[in-house]
């Protein structure tokens, strides 16, 4: 049964930091693109960041140059760091595998995703 399983959220105060992890248990993703989202309090679900079977890494403008997208195939993680928080980062943030190698920042282009973590960043 494939599984992707989100870890490291939490309350952090603006200006701060986190490291958010996706492990997939169950099948091996190497060879598809892997995505991070989020959904903020009343909004939409929303891209923000992904990252390609090759490691081509591609960002929404809100987070370009404070977050950073990562993967270690060995270990079947995906990494989200994430730096110069900002109350408006403040979500629930999910990751998802890609249906295909190359990457988009569509949700219908992702076939599994995780169950969530909280970030709240405060003011």
């Known amino acids: 049964q494939v599984q992707l399983v989100e870890s490291g959220g939490g309350l952090v105060q603006a200006g701060g930091s986190l490291r958010l992890s996706c492990a997939a248990n169950?099948?091996?993703?190497?060879?598809?693109?892997m995505g991070w989202f989020r959904r903020a309090p009343g909004k939409e679900r929303e891209f923000v960041s992904t990252?390609?079977?090759?490691?081509?890494?591609y960002y929404a403008d809100s987070v370009k140059g404070r977050f950073t997208i990562s993967r270690d195939k060995t270990k079947n993680t995906m990494y989200l760091q994430m730096n110069s928080l900002k109350p408006e980062d403040t979500a629930v943030y999910y990751c998802a595998k890609g249906r295909y190698r190359r990457t988009s920042r569509a949700e219908r282009e992702y076939d599994y995703w995780g169950q969530g973590t909280q970030v709240t960043v405060s003011s």
């Open positions: 169950g099948r091996t993703f190497s060879s598809y693109a």
């Open positions: 990252i390609t079977s090759n490691g081509s890494t």
